[in-house]
């Protein structure tokens, strides 16, 4: 059986798919846990959020740059 979809993406139509929130909140609370689990201390969890929101910092000016 051979299926169509809207979605499908070209080279010059490609679209990144997005987590919707509610996703986003189960995969926060899962990487949460494990990290308590793994015995990190509020700080050590503040420590890796903050690491994770500069690799998307700099994620998003490499795309700025290039489409500058």
Known sequence: MTSTSS????????VKHSVNAKAAR????????QLQDEGCEARDIISVSS???DLV?????????SEA
């Open 51 to 53: 690491q994770l929101i």
């Open 26 to 33: 189960v995969l926060a609370s899962s990487i949460y846990r």
């Open 57 to 65: 910092t700099t994620e998003l000016q490499k795309i700025d740059l």
């Open 7 to 14: 979605t499908a993406s070209s080279p010059a139509t490609h």
